[in-house]
Protein backbone atom coordinates (compact mmCIF):
# COMPACT_ATOMS: atom_id res chain seq x y z
CA UNK A 1 0.00 0.00 0.00
CA UNK A 2 1.09 3.39 -1.04
CA UNK A 3 2.04 5.65 2.22
CA UNK A 4 -0.35 8.34 0.90
CA UNK A 5 -2.81 5.63 0.74
CA UNK A 6 -2.83 4.43 4.41
CA UNK A 7 -3.87 8.16 6.44
CA UNK A 8 -7.11 8.28 4.39
CA UNK A 9 -7.43 4.09 4.78
CA UNK A 10 -7.08 4.72 8.18
CA UNK A 11 -9.32 7.62 8.52
CA UNK A 12 -12.43 6.12 6.70
CA UNK A 13 -11.52 2.78 9.11
CA UNK A 14 -12.19 4.80 12.17
CA UNK A 15 -15.00 6.80 10.56
CA UNK A 16 -16.70 3.04 10.22
CA UNK A 17 -15.81 2.39 13.73
CA UNK A 18 -17.39 5.12 15.18
CA UNK A 19 -20.29 5.06 13.21
CA UNK A 20 -20.94 1.52 14.34
CA UNK A 21 -20.29 1.97 17.91
CA UNK A 22 -22.73 5.41 17.40
CA UNK A 23 -25.76 3.49 16.19
CA UNK A 24 -25.48 1.16 19.59
CA UNK A 25 -26.00 4.28 22.26
CA UNK A 26 -28.32 6.63 19.64
CA UNK A 27 -31.68 4.96 20.57
CA UNK A 28 -30.72 3.84 23.98
CA UNK A 29 -33.50 5.09 26.38
CA UNK A 30 -32.73 8.26 28.21
CA UNK A 31 -33.69 6.54 31.29
CA UNK A 32 -32.66 4.55 34.04
CA UNK A 33 -29.06 5.07 35.79
CA UNK A 34 -27.13 2.53 33.98
CA UNK A 35 -28.11 2.89 30.85
CA UNK A 36 -25.82 3.20 28.29
CA UNK A 37 -22.57 3.87 30.17
CA UNK A 38 -20.44 1.60 29.47
CA UNK A 39 -21.35 2.06 25.59
CA UNK A 40 -21.24 5.61 25.98
CA UNK A 41 -17.51 5.90 27.14
CA UNK A 42 -16.66 3.14 24.34
CA UNK A 43 -18.16 5.15 21.34
CA UNK A 44 -16.80 8.76 22.81
CA UNK A 45 -13.92 7.32 23.03
CA UNK A 46 -13.83 6.29 19.16
CA UNK A 47 -14.66 9.62 18.08
CA UNK A 48 -12.16 11.56 20.47
CA UNK A 49 -9.36 8.86 18.41
CA UNK A 50 -11.16 10.14 15.39
CA UNK A 51 -10.97 14.21 15.61
CA UNK A 52 -7.50 13.36 16.94
CA UNK A 53 -6.39 12.03 13.75
CA UNK A 54 -7.65 14.17 11.89
CA UNK A 55 -6.49 16.89 14.08
CA UNK A 56 -3.09 15.87 13.27
CA UNK A 57 -3.85 14.49 9.13
CA UNK A 58 -5.44 17.33 8.21
CA UNK A 59 -3.44 18.14 5.21
CA UNK A 60 -2.70 14.48 3.73
CA UNK A 61 -7.03 13.84 4.14
CA UNK A 62 -7.79 17.60 2.45
CA UNK A 63 -5.05 16.65 -0.46
CA UNK A 64 -7.24 12.82 -0.49
CA UNK A 65 -10.09 14.68 -1.20
CA UNK A 66 -11.58 15.07 2.69
CA UNK A 67 -14.71 17.24 2.45
CA UNK A 68 -14.83 20.44 5.23
CA UNK A 69 -18.19 19.09 5.70
CA UNK A 70 -17.35 15.55 7.15
CA UNK A 71 -15.28 17.08 9.95
CA UNK A 72 -18.20 19.34 10.52
CA UNK A 73 -20.31 15.99 10.54
CA UNK A 74 -17.80 14.27 13.09
CA UNK A 75 -17.92 17.12 15.53
CA UNK A 76 -21.55 17.12 14.96
CA UNK A 77 -21.55 13.45 16.17
CA UNK A 78 -19.58 14.74 19.26
CA UNK A 79 -21.74 17.04 20.57
CA UNK A 80 -24.77 14.90 19.41
CA UNK A 81 -23.57 12.17 22.30
CA UNK A 82 -22.34 14.67 24.59
CA UNK A 83 -26.33 16.55 24.67
CA UNK A 84 -27.33 12.14 24.54
CA UNK A 85 -25.46 12.10 28.09
CA UNK A 86 -26.94 15.27 29.10
CA UNK A 87 -30.08 13.87 28.80
CA UNK A 88 -29.12 11.04 30.77
CA UNK A 89 -27.80 12.58 33.47
CA UNK A 90 -29.25 16.11 33.47
CA UNK A 91 -24.97 17.11 33.87
CA UNK A 92 -24.40 20.58 33.26
CA UNK A 93 -21.06 19.81 31.81
CA UNK A 94 -22.34 17.65 29.09
CA UNK A 95 -24.55 20.43 27.63
CA UNK A 96 -21.77 23.18 27.63
CA UNK A 97 -20.02 20.76 25.85
CA UNK A 98 -22.50 20.00 23.57
CA UNK A 99 -22.86 23.46 22.60
CA UNK A 100 -19.31 24.21 22.36
CA UNK A 101 -18.72 21.70 19.30
CA UNK A 102 -22.19 23.02 17.32
CA UNK A 103 -20.60 26.55 18.13
CA UNK A 104 -17.61 25.77 16.22
CA UNK A 105 -19.25 24.16 13.40
CA UNK A 106 -21.22 27.28 13.13
CA UNK A 107 -18.34 29.60 13.27
CA UNK A 108 -15.72 27.76 10.98
CA UNK A 109 -18.52 26.99 8.31
CA UNK A 110 -18.37 23.29 7.33
CA UNK A 111 -21.29 22.92 6.41
CA UNK A 112 -20.81 25.91 3.93
CA UNK A 113 -19.97 26.30 0.57
CA UNK A 114 -20.14 22.37 0.17
CA UNK A 115 -22.08 22.94 -3.21
CA UNK A 116 -25.70 23.34 -3.39
CA UNK A 117 -26.51 20.29 -5.91
CA UNK A 118 -25.58 17.91 -2.59
CA UNK A 119 -29.07 17.21 -0.84
CA UNK A 120 -27.64 14.84 1.45
CA UNK A 121 -25.48 17.46 2.58
CA UNK A 122 -28.00 20.20 2.78
CA UNK A 123 -30.52 17.32 5.01
CA UNK A 124 -26.90 16.83 7.42
CA UNK A 125 -26.99 20.72 7.36
CA UNK A 126 -30.75 21.25 8.65
CA UNK A 127 -30.27 18.17 11.15
CA UNK A 128 -27.20 20.03 12.41
CA UNK A 129 -29.33 23.13 12.72
CA UNK A 130 -32.04 21.35 14.48
CA UNK A 131 -29.73 20.07 17.15
CA UNK A 132 -27.66 23.23 17.67
CA UNK A 133 -31.38 24.97 18.59
CA UNK A 134 -32.63 22.49 21.23
CA UNK A 135 -29.04 22.71 22.67
CA UNK A 136 -29.16 26.93 22.62
CA UNK A 137 -33.02 26.82 24.28
CA UNK A 138 -31.86 24.97 27.15
CA UNK A 139 -29.11 26.63 27.57
CA UNK A 140 -30.57 29.89 27.02
CA UNK A 141 -28.41 31.56 24.62
CA UNK A 142 -31.27 33.53 23.08
CA UNK A 143 -29.05 35.59 20.74
CA UNK A 144 -27.70 32.56 18.89
CA UNK A 145 -31.13 30.55 18.99
CA UNK A 146 -31.81 34.02 16.62
CA UNK A 147 -28.93 33.46 14.46
CA UNK A 148 -28.96 29.98 14.12
CA UNK A 149 -33.19 30.14 13.26
CA UNK A 150 -32.45 32.68 10.48
CA UNK A 151 -29.42 30.29 8.87
CA UNK A 152 -32.28 27.43 9.10
CA UNK A 153 -34.68 29.48 7.38
CA UNK A 154 -32.09 30.72 4.88
CA UNK A 155 -31.38 26.88 4.12
CA UNK A 156 -34.79 26.12 3.81
CA UNK A 157 -35.47 28.46 1.52
CA UNK A 158 -32.37 27.80 -0.81
CA UNK A 159 -32.97 24.39 -0.68
CA UNK A 160 -36.69 24.64 -2.13
CA UNK A 161 -34.78 26.81 -4.51
CA UNK A 162 -32.72 24.43 -5.99
CA UNK A 163 -33.94 21.37 -5.02
CA UNK A 164 -37.47 21.68 -6.44
CA UNK A 165 -38.35 17.77 -6.80
CA UNK A 166 -38.37 17.44 -2.92
CA UNK A 167 -40.54 18.22 -0.24
CA UNK A 168 -39.38 20.63 2.25
CA UNK A 169 -42.52 20.95 3.96
CA UNK A 170 -41.22 18.92 7.56
CA UNK A 171 -38.53 21.79 7.85
CA UNK A 172 -40.75 24.26 7.19
CA UNK A 173 -42.75 23.00 10.13
CA UNK A 174 -39.47 22.85 12.11
CA UNK A 175 -39.05 26.40 11.13
CA UNK A 176 -42.75 27.66 12.27
CA UNK A 177 -42.23 25.64 15.48
CA UNK A 178 -39.14 27.20 16.86
CA UNK A 179 -40.50 30.72 15.98
CA UNK A 180 -43.83 29.58 18.28
CA UNK A 181 -41.66 28.63 20.43
CA UNK A 182 -39.46 31.47 21.50
CA UNK A 183 -42.54 33.93 20.55
CA UNK A 184 -44.18 32.41 24.08
CA UNK A 185 -41.02 32.09 25.86
CA UNK A 186 -40.43 34.37 28.54
CA UNK A 187 -36.73 34.43 28.14
CA UNK A 188 -36.92 35.90 24.31
CA UNK A 189 -40.62 38.52 25.26
CA UNK A 190 -39.20 39.64 28.41
CA UNK A 191 -35.70 39.74 28.77
CA UNK A 192 -35.33 41.15 31.87
CA UNK A 193 -37.04 38.33 33.42
CA UNK A 194 -34.79 36.25 36.13
CA UNK A 195 -34.00 32.54 34.85
CA UNK A 196 -35.91 29.67 35.89
CA UNK A 197 -33.28 27.79 37.20
CA UNK A 198 -32.18 27.67 40.56
CA UNK A 199 -30.06 30.68 41.40
CA UNK A 200 -27.78 30.58 44.39
CA UNK A 201 -28.01 34.61 44.43
CA UNK A 202 -31.91 35.60 43.41
CA UNK A 203 -33.17 32.24 45.05
CA UNK A 204 -31.82 31.64 48.43
CA UNK A 205 -33.12 33.86 50.90
CA UNK A 206 -30.44 35.58 52.84
CA UNK A 207 -33.26 35.40 55.95
CA UNK A 208 -34.50 32.08 56.16
CA UNK A 209 -31.20 30.76 55.25
CA UNK A 210 -29.96 29.77 59.30
CA UNK A 211 -33.78 28.78 60.04
CA UNK A 212 -33.51 26.22 56.57
CA UNK A 213 -29.67 24.79 57.28
CA UNK A 214 -30.92 24.53 61.21
CA UNK A 215 -34.58 22.91 60.35
CA UNK A 216 -34.03 18.79 60.52
CA UNK A 217 -37.40 16.36 60.34
CA UNK A 218 -36.86 12.78 61.78
CA UNK A 219 -36.78 11.61 57.90
CA UNK A 220 -34.55 13.60 54.97
CA UNK A 221 -35.19 12.64 51.49
CA UNK A 222 -32.87 13.43 48.90
CA UNK A 223 -34.56 14.18 45.45
CA UNK A 224 -32.58 12.66 43.21
CA UNK A 225 -34.70 11.68 39.78
CA UNK A 226 -37.40 13.16 37.86
CA UNK A 227 -40.16 12.38 35.26
CA UNK A 228 -41.62 15.43 33.18
CA UNK A 229 -43.95 14.61 30.77
CA UNK A 230 -46.19 16.60 28.87
CA UNK A 231 -49.26 15.28 26.73
CA UNK A 232 -51.57 17.74 24.89
CA UNK A 233 -52.99 17.80 21.22
CA UNK A 234 -51.09 21.29 19.65
CA UNK A 235 -49.06 22.30 22.34
CA UNK A 236 -46.04 24.74 21.99
CA UNK A 237 -43.32 22.07 21.56
CA UNK A 238 -39.93 22.68 19.43
CA UNK A 239 -38.45 19.08 18.68
CA UNK A 240 -39.86 16.60 21.15
CA UNK A 241 -39.52 19.47 24.08
CA UNK A 242 -42.67 20.88 25.09
CA UNK A 243 -42.77 24.51 26.19
CA UNK A 244 -44.21 22.95 29.69
CA UNK A 245 -41.60 20.54 30.11
CA UNK A 246 -39.28 23.04 29.34
CA UNK A 247 -39.69 25.33 31.74
CA UNK A 248 -40.44 22.75 34.57
CA UNK A 249 -36.89 21.26 33.40
CA UNK A 250 -35.27 24.66 33.86
CA UNK A 251 -36.93 24.83 36.90
CA UNK A 252 -35.22 22.07 38.57
CA UNK A 253 -31.80 23.19 37.76
CA UNK A 254 -28.79 25.21 39.14
CA UNK A 255 -28.05 28.24 37.87
CA UNK A 256 -24.23 28.52 36.93
CA UNK A 257 -23.30 31.73 37.74
CA UNK A 258 -20.08 31.44 35.25
CA UNK A 259 -19.82 34.21 32.93
CA UNK A 260 -20.46 32.28 29.92
CA UNK A 261 -24.04 32.43 30.34
CA UNK A 262 -23.98 36.44 30.59
CA UNK A 263 -22.12 36.86 27.51
CA UNK A 264 -22.83 37.68 24.26
CA UNK A 265 -21.96 35.53 20.97
CA UNK A 266 -19.10 36.93 19.92
CA UNK A 267 -16.59 36.09 16.61
CA UNK A 268 -13.16 35.07 18.65
CA UNK A 269 -10.38 37.11 18.43
CA UNK A 270 -6.75 36.49 18.40
CA UNK A 271 -4.46 40.03 19.06
CA UNK A 272 -7.66 41.64 18.76
CA UNK A 273 -8.11 40.45 14.53
CA UNK A 274 -11.21 38.43 14.18
CA UNK A 275 -10.54 34.73 13.38
CA UNK A 276 -11.18 33.23 9.87
CA UNK A 277 -12.29 29.28 10.95
CA UNK A 278 -13.11 28.81 6.92
CA UNK A 279 -9.61 27.23 6.59
CA UNK A 280 -8.42 23.98 7.83
CA UNK A 281 -8.18 24.97 10.99
CA UNK A 282 -9.80 21.78 13.27
CA UNK A 283 -8.70 22.46 16.55
CA UNK A 284 -12.01 22.74 19.39
CA UNK A 285 -11.44 23.54 23.22
CA UNK A 286 -12.38 20.56 24.22
CA UNK A 287 -11.52 21.89 27.91
CA UNK A 288 -13.25 25.05 27.87
CA UNK A 289 -15.84 23.51 29.31
CA UNK A 290 -14.17 23.55 32.47
CA UNK A 291 -14.48 27.74 32.41
CA UNK A 292 -18.04 27.67 31.94
CA UNK A 293 -19.17 25.38 34.55
CA UNK A 294 -19.77 26.12 38.49
CA UNK A 295 -17.54 22.92 40.28
CA UNK A 296 -19.09 24.24 43.42
CA UNK A 297 -23.34 23.51 42.71
CA UNK A 298 -24.76 20.49 43.63
CA UNK A 299 -25.41 18.13 40.84
CA UNK A 300 -28.59 18.59 39.17
CA UNK A 301 -31.79 15.92 39.86
CA UNK A 302 -31.51 13.32 36.89
CA UNK A 303 -34.73 14.24 34.67
CA UNK A 304 -36.20 11.20 32.20
CA UNK A 305 -38.35 13.76 29.76
CA UNK A 306 -40.84 11.72 27.94
CA UNK A 307 -42.96 13.12 24.92
CA UNK A 308 -45.98 11.73 24.17
CA UNK A 309 -45.41 8.30 25.61
CA UNK A 310 -47.42 5.73 25.92
CA UNK A 311 -49.33 4.61 29.04
CA UNK A 312 -46.92 1.22 28.91
CA UNK A 313 -43.90 3.44 28.53
CA UNK A 314 -44.26 6.04 31.20
CA UNK A 315 -45.25 3.03 33.37
CA UNK A 316 -42.39 1.24 32.58
CA UNK A 317 -40.23 4.52 32.87
CA UNK A 318 -41.90 4.85 36.37
CA UNK A 319 -41.31 1.67 37.28
CA UNK A 320 -37.45 1.45 36.23
CA UNK A 321 -36.70 4.79 38.13
CA UNK A 322 -38.13 3.39 41.57
CA UNK A 323 -36.55 0.72 41.48
CA UNK A 324 -33.15 2.17 40.86
CA UNK A 325 -34.12 4.91 43.04
CA UNK A 326 -30.91 5.10 46.33
CA UNK A 327 -32.28 4.83 49.31
CA UNK A 328 -33.51 7.57 51.52
CA UNK A 329 -34.40 9.45 48.27
CA UNK A 330 -37.63 10.87 46.66
CA UNK A 331 -39.03 11.10 42.56
CA UNK A 332 -40.63 13.86 41.51
CA UNK A 333 -42.81 12.95 38.84
CA UNK A 334 -45.13 15.88 37.33
CA UNK A 335 -47.22 15.13 34.32
CA UNK A 336 -49.61 17.45 32.23
CA UNK A 337 -52.14 16.17 30.10
CA UNK A 338 -55.91 16.46 29.45
CA UNK A 339 -58.42 14.69 30.96
CA UNK A 340 -60.59 13.77 28.74
CA UNK A 341 -59.49 12.79 24.62
CA UNK A 342 -58.75 16.23 22.99
CA UNK A 343 -59.84 18.46 25.79
CA UNK A 344 -58.44 21.65 25.00
CA UNK A 345 -58.62 24.11 28.40
CA UNK A 346 -60.10 27.35 28.26
CA UNK A 347 -61.40 29.82 30.88
CA UNK A 348 -63.97 31.77 31.76
CA UNK A 349 -62.88 35.55 30.86
CA UNK A 350 -62.90 38.47 33.43
CA UNK A 351 -63.34 41.07 31.05
CA UNK A 352 -63.58 43.81 33.57
CA UNK A 353 -62.55 44.98 37.25
CA UNK A 354 -65.34 46.41 39.81
CA UNK A 355 -67.10 45.19 42.26
CA UNK A 356 -66.91 41.72 44.26
CA UNK A 357 -70.76 41.68 43.43
CA UNK A 358 -70.00 42.15 39.72
CA UNK A 359 -67.05 39.50 39.18
CA UNK A 360 -69.34 36.67 41.62
CA UNK A 361 -71.76 37.39 38.35
CA UNK A 362 -69.12 36.81 35.98
CA UNK A 363 -67.41 34.09 37.53
CA UNK A 364 -69.24 31.45 36.17
CA UNK A 365 -69.56 27.67 36.25
CA UNK A 366 -69.58 25.34 33.49
CA UNK A 367 -71.15 21.97 33.59
CA UNK A 368 -68.63 19.81 32.33
CA UNK A 369 -66.59 20.88 34.96
CA UNK A 370 -69.67 20.79 37.30
CA UNK A 371 -69.60 17.04 36.32
CA UNK A 372 -65.75 16.63 36.59
CA UNK A 373 -65.78 17.83 39.73
CA UNK A 374 -68.51 16.02 41.54
CA UNK A 375 -67.28 12.65 40.41
CA UNK A 376 -64.01 13.03 42.34
CA UNK A 377 -66.41 14.22 45.20
CA UNK A 378 -67.25 10.58 45.94
CA UNK A 379 -64.78 9.53 48.30
CA UNK A 380 -64.31 12.65 50.49
CA UNK A 381 -66.96 11.90 52.89
CA UNK A 382 -67.09 8.11 52.78
CA UNK A 383 -64.87 4.84 52.56
CA UNK A 384 -62.54 4.44 49.24
CA UNK A 385 -63.58 1.63 46.82
CA UNK A 386 -61.60 0.48 43.80
CA UNK A 387 -63.77 2.05 42.12
CA UNK A 388 -62.90 5.74 43.23
CA UNK A 389 -59.29 5.06 42.19
CA UNK A 390 -60.36 4.51 38.46
CA UNK A 391 -63.38 7.36 37.66
CA UNK A 392 -61.43 9.67 36.03
CA UNK A 393 -57.84 9.62 34.68
CA UNK A 394 -55.43 11.91 32.70
CA UNK A 395 -55.71 11.13 28.72
CA UNK A 396 -52.34 10.06 27.13
CA UNK A 397 -52.82 8.76 23.44
CA UNK A 398 -54.19 9.63 19.98
CA UNK A 399 -57.53 10.57 19.08
CA UNK A 400 -60.08 6.92 19.46
CA UNK A 401 -57.44 5.46 21.51
CA UNK A 402 -59.97 4.42 23.61
CA UNK A 403 -59.42 3.00 27.57
CA UNK A 404 -55.90 1.96 26.70
CA UNK A 405 -54.65 5.45 27.03
CA UNK A 406 -56.24 6.35 30.40
CA UNK A 407 -53.80 6.93 33.03
CA UNK A 408 -55.63 6.40 36.29
CA UNK A 409 -54.67 7.47 39.93
CA UNK A 410 -54.91 3.85 40.56
CA UNK A 411 -51.62 3.30 38.35
CA UNK A 412 -49.89 5.22 40.37
CA UNK A 413 -50.54 3.41 43.80
CA UNK A 414 -48.02 1.20 43.29
CA UNK A 415 -44.96 3.82 43.15
CA UNK A 416 -46.21 4.93 46.77
CA UNK A 417 -44.31 2.00 48.06
CA UNK A 418 -40.97 4.84 47.20
CA UNK A 419 -41.33 8.31 48.47
CA UNK A 420 -43.13 10.42 45.20
CA UNK A 421 -44.31 13.90 44.97
CA UNK A 422 -46.23 14.45 42.29
CA UNK A 423 -47.42 17.42 40.36
CA UNK A 424 -50.66 16.85 38.36
CA UNK A 425 -51.52 19.26 35.78
CA UNK A 426 -54.98 18.54 34.41
CA UNK A 427 -58.52 19.65 33.65
CA UNK A 428 -58.98 16.37 36.07
CA UNK A 429 -56.24 16.77 38.43
CA UNK A 430 -58.67 16.69 41.62
CA UNK A 431 -59.11 12.79 41.07
CA UNK A 432 -55.70 12.19 41.97
CA UNK A 433 -57.07 12.81 45.90
CA UNK A 434 -58.15 9.67 45.88
CA UNK A 435 -53.70 8.59 46.31
CA UNK A 436 -54.20 9.98 49.66
CA UNK A 437 -54.50 7.17 52.02
CA UNK A 438 -54.31 4.47 49.20
CA UNK A 439 -50.35 4.54 49.16
CA UNK A 440 -48.53 0.84 49.98
CA UNK A 441 -45.24 2.33 51.71
CA UNK A 442 -44.82 6.17 51.58
CA UNK A 443 -47.05 8.58 52.34
CA UNK A 444 -47.11 11.19 49.13
CA UNK A 445 -46.29 14.73 48.03
CA UNK A 446 -49.74 15.80 46.23
CA UNK A 447 -49.54 18.91 44.22
CA UNK A 448 -53.06 19.46 41.77
CA UNK A 449 -53.48 22.14 39.77
CA UNK A 450 -56.83 24.32 39.50
CA UNK A 451 -59.32 22.51 36.96
CA UNK A 452 -59.68 25.64 35.37
CA UNK A 453 -57.25 28.52 34.60
CA UNK A 454 -58.32 32.15 35.23
CA UNK A 455 -57.42 34.38 32.75
CA UNK A 456 -58.47 38.64 32.73
CA UNK A 457 -58.46 38.23 29.00
CA UNK A 458 -59.07 35.07 26.65
CA UNK A 459 -55.99 35.36 24.39
CA UNK A 460 -54.39 33.79 27.72
CA UNK A 461 -56.28 30.88 28.28
CA UNK A 462 -55.83 28.72 25.46
CA UNK A 463 -52.70 26.01 27.15
CA UNK A 464 -51.81 25.15 23.09
CA UNK A 465 -51.17 28.84 23.05
CA UNK A 466 -49.32 29.72 26.06
CA UNK A 467 -48.72 26.83 28.50
CA UNK A 468 -50.38 25.80 31.32
CA UNK A 469 -50.64 28.55 33.96
CA UNK A 470 -50.16 26.10 36.82
CA UNK A 471 -46.98 25.15 35.73
CA UNK A 472 -45.65 28.91 34.92
CA UNK A 473 -46.91 29.67 38.42
CA UNK A 474 -44.45 26.93 39.67
CA UNK A 475 -41.69 27.91 37.42
CA UNK A 476 -41.56 32.33 37.20
CA UNK A 477 -44.51 32.95 39.21
CA UNK A 478 -44.05 36.91 38.75
CA UNK A 479 -44.70 36.10 35.11
CA UNK A 480 -47.54 34.09 35.79
CA UNK A 481 -49.29 36.60 38.03
CA UNK A 482 -49.08 39.01 35.10
CA UNK A 483 -50.08 37.18 32.46
CA UNK A 484 -53.20 36.56 34.39
CA UNK A 485 -54.30 39.86 34.71
CA UNK A 486 -53.01 40.61 31.51
CA UNK A 487 -49.89 43.27 32.99
CA UNK A 488 -47.42 43.48 30.20
CA UNK A 489 -44.13 43.92 30.90
CA UNK A 490 -41.33 44.88 28.82
CA UNK A 491 -37.73 46.09 28.83
CA UNK A 492 -39.13 49.32 29.71
CA UNK A 493 -40.27 48.12 33.31
CA UNK A 494 -37.12 47.22 34.22
CA UNK A 495 -37.88 48.93 37.42
CA UNK A 496 -40.90 47.67 38.21
CA UNK A 497 -40.59 44.06 37.72
CA UNK A 498 -37.29 44.17 39.81
CA UNK A 499 -39.70 45.66 42.97
CA UNK A 500 -42.33 43.21 42.38
CA UNK A 501 -39.48 40.40 42.76
CA UNK A 502 -38.58 41.91 45.58
CA UNK A 503 -41.58 41.67 47.01
CA UNK A 504 -41.73 37.70 46.06
CA UNK A 505 -38.90 37.52 47.66
CA UNK A 506 -39.34 39.00 50.81
CA UNK A 507 -42.62 36.82 51.34
CA UNK A 508 -41.16 33.93 50.19
CA UNK A 509 -38.57 34.57 52.86
CA UNK A 510 -40.79 34.63 55.26
CA UNK A 511 -42.72 31.78 54.21
CA UNK A 512 -39.69 29.27 54.69
CA UNK A 513 -39.08 30.56 58.06
CA UNK A 514 -43.01 29.51 58.92
CA UNK A 515 -42.34 26.19 57.60
CA UNK A 516 -39.24 25.70 59.11
CA UNK A 517 -40.93 26.55 62.88
CA UNK A 518 -43.83 25.43 62.29
CA UNK A 519 -44.75 22.17 64.80
CA UNK A 520 -47.67 21.00 62.78
CA UNK A 521 -45.60 20.60 59.52
CA UNK A 522 -46.81 17.50 58.29
CA UNK A 523 -43.68 14.92 57.71
CA UNK A 524 -44.29 14.40 54.06
CA UNK A 525 -43.27 18.44 53.38
CA UNK A 526 -41.30 18.00 56.04
CA UNK A 527 -38.98 15.52 54.94
CA UNK A 528 -38.21 17.83 51.41
CA UNK A 529 -38.21 20.83 53.08
CA UNK A 530 -34.58 20.75 53.23
CA UNK A 531 -34.47 20.34 49.33
CA UNK A 532 -33.90 24.02 47.38
CA UNK A 533 -35.29 22.78 44.18
CA UNK A 534 -38.70 21.27 46.36
CA UNK A 535 -39.23 24.03 49.27
CA UNK A 536 -39.37 26.35 46.08
CA UNK A 537 -41.88 24.90 44.43
CA UNK A 538 -43.40 24.45 47.86
CA UNK A 539 -43.89 28.41 48.59
CA UNK A 540 -44.99 29.39 44.46
CA UNK A 541 -47.49 26.78 44.71
CA UNK A 542 -48.65 28.89 48.32
CA UNK A 543 -48.65 31.68 46.28
CA UNK A 544 -50.72 30.18 43.54
CA UNK A 545 -53.16 28.87 45.84
CA UNK A 546 -53.34 32.72 47.28
CA UNK A 547 -53.49 34.55 44.00
CA UNK A 548 -56.22 32.28 42.90
CA UNK A 549 -58.48 32.56 46.03
CA UNK A 550 -58.69 36.23 46.01
CA UNK A 551 -59.36 36.84 42.69
CA UNK A 552 -62.42 34.52 42.91
CA UNK A 553 -65.44 34.33 45.29
CA UNK A 554 -65.24 32.06 47.89
CA UNK A 555 -68.47 30.40 46.74
CA UNK A 556 -68.13 27.93 43.83
CA UNK A 557 -64.23 28.41 43.46
CA UNK A 558 -63.17 25.41 43.73
CA UNK A 559 -62.13 24.53 40.52
CA UNK A 560 -60.07 27.42 40.22
CA UNK A 561 -57.98 26.21 42.99
CA UNK A 562 -55.06 24.26 43.71
CA UNK A 563 -55.04 21.77 45.89
CA UNK A 564 -51.75 20.71 48.02
CA UNK A 565 -52.40 17.04 50.36
CA UNK A 566 -51.50 16.42 52.73
CA UNK A 567 -52.36 20.04 53.75
CA UNK A 568 -49.78 22.59 54.86
CA UNK A 569 -50.04 24.81 58.16
CA UNK A 570 -53.20 27.07 58.88
CA UNK A 571 -50.38 29.49 59.23
CA UNK A 572 -49.77 29.58 55.36
CA UNK A 573 -53.36 29.64 54.25
CA UNK A 574 -54.84 32.09 51.56
CA UNK A 575 -56.62 33.59 54.23
CA UNK A 576 -53.45 34.21 56.74
CA UNK A 577 -52.05 37.76 56.93
CA UNK A 578 -48.67 37.05 56.35
CA UNK A 579 -49.62 35.26 52.76
CA UNK A 580 -52.43 37.47 51.79
CA UNK A 581 -50.48 40.87 52.43
CA UNK A 582 -48.39 39.55 49.66
CA UNK A 583 -50.60 39.40 47.13
CA UNK A 584 -52.09 42.58 48.36
CA UNK A 585 -48.83 44.50 48.21
CA UNK A 586 -48.22 42.96 44.71
CA UNK A 587 -51.39 43.75 43.61
CA UNK A 588 -51.38 47.25 44.82
CA UNK A 589 -47.83 47.61 43.14
CA UNK A 590 -48.66 46.83 39.67
CA UNK A 591 -51.97 48.57 40.02
CA UNK A 592 -54.11 45.36 39.40
CA UNK A 593 -55.89 45.30 42.83
CA UNK A 594 -59.38 45.43 41.40
CA UNK A 595 -59.05 42.00 40.07
CA UNK A 596 -58.84 40.92 43.90
CA UNK A 597 -60.85 40.67 46.97
CA UNK A 598 -58.88 40.82 50.24
CA UNK A 599 -60.96 39.61 53.56
CA UNK A 600 -60.01 42.36 56.32
CA UNK A 601 -57.91 40.77 59.29
Not at 77 to 103: C, K
Request: net charge positive; with cysteine.
Amino acid sequence: MAEEDVVPKTFRALVESADRKFARVRDLPSYGRAQGQHYFQKVFKAYMRLWKYQQEHRAELVKAGLNRWEIGEIAGRIGQLYFGQYMRTSEARFLVEAYIFYEAILKRRYFEGCGVKDLRVRFKELRFYARFLLVSLILNRTEMVKVVVEKLRALIDDCKANFRETNFKEWKLVEQEILRFINIDTTFTIPSSRPFRYCAMLNCHPNSVPYVARFHAKKVLKFRDAILMSYHRNEVKFAELTLDVYRMLQCLEWEPSGSFYQKHPAEPKENGVAVDYSGASGLIDMNLAADMTDPALPPNPRKAILYRPSLTHLIAVMATICEELPPESIMLVYLSASGTPGQINTSHVETSGGSRRTRKSMLTSHSSLEQNCSATESHINGVKGPSDYYNDYLWLGPKGNGGSSNLYPGDIIPFTRRPLFLIIDSDSSHAFKVLHGAERGEKAALLLSPLRPTFKGPSSADITQNGSQFTLFLTAPLLAFCQMVGFSLSDSDMEVLNSAESILSTAFSKWEVILCKSPSLDLVWAQVLSDPFLRRLIVRFIFCRAVLSAIWPPEGSDQYLPLCIPQLPNSLSPKSDVVQSCVSQLADHLKVSNYFHFEDS
